[in-house]
């Protein structure tokens, strides 16, 4: 008998979103970092170090219970040897470390209060899915998620959308067609045009 507590539905459309995203960051072309994304304000060396210091740092450090320096948000990862390399290793530990049940438990901070690590675990996902679709289109490659790990991204937008409007982090809903894959949706519903 096995009384090992499951792991959340949650974890894994993370792993599935994180083997994309560093799939995508490691076949970006150092030379094309200057190129543009679908991000009006992010060029694709933004996105990329965005994606290292919130997907790979942030996450693994939450699961430890710490946070990111502040000086790390100026940092350019994309300028050290092997950032591609190094990105999958820290997601690598990042995912190993919120494989333990008893991470899931915690409330971890946000601002000037606490939330559950389900909660910080769905706007994860969104980060590695959003902006891994970003990077992808800005290094001209695909960016291709399962059905259930798509499922799982438009299900957090769609909780999160409102608030992270409120803050710039959306801009306002596209429209899409109901019957459009559920990541096209999740797309359109960020504020991101899908095609």
């Known amino acids: 008998m096995n ?4 792991l959340p539905d949650l974890y894994g459309p993370l792993r599935a979103a994180a083997t994309e995203t560093v799939r995508v960051v490691r076949g ?4 094309a970092l200057g190129a543009a994304t679908p991000s009006a304000e992010w060029d694709l060396r933004a996105v990329v170090n965005h994606l290292i210091l919130w997907t790979a740092h942030n996450f693994a450090l939450r ?12 940092r ?3 300028a050290e040897p092997g950032w ?5 290793q820290q997601v690598d530990k990042a995912l190993a470390a919120w494989s333990d049940p008893a991470v899931w438990e915690r409330d971890m901070p946000m601002g000037d209060s606490a939330v559950p690590a389900s909660a910080i675990a769905g706007m994860v996902l969104l980060e590695f899915t959003l ?3 970003e990077a992808a289109q800005g290094s001209g490659q695909t960016y291709a998620l399962d059905e259930a790990t798509a499922a799982a991204v438009l299900a957090q937008v769609e909780q999160w959308a409102e608030m992270f409007r409120q803050y710039d982090g959306f801009a306002e809903a596209l429209p899409v067609a109901a019957d459009a894959p559920a990541f096209e949706r999740a797309l359109a519903l960020s504020g991101r045009k899908p095609r």
């Not at 009384?3 to 499951?6: M, R």
């Not at 970006?28 to 030379?31: F, I, L, S």
């Not at 699961?63 to 100026?74: I, S």
């Open 3 to 6: 009384d090992k507590p499951e």
């Open 28 to 31: 970006v072309d150092p030379a």
């Open 63 to 74: 699961a430890e219970g710490g946070a990111v320096p502040a000086e790390w948000y100026e």
């Open 76 to 78: 350019d990862f994309t």
């Open 84 to 88: 591609a390399e190094a990105y999958a």
């Open 131 to 133: 902006h891994g679709w």
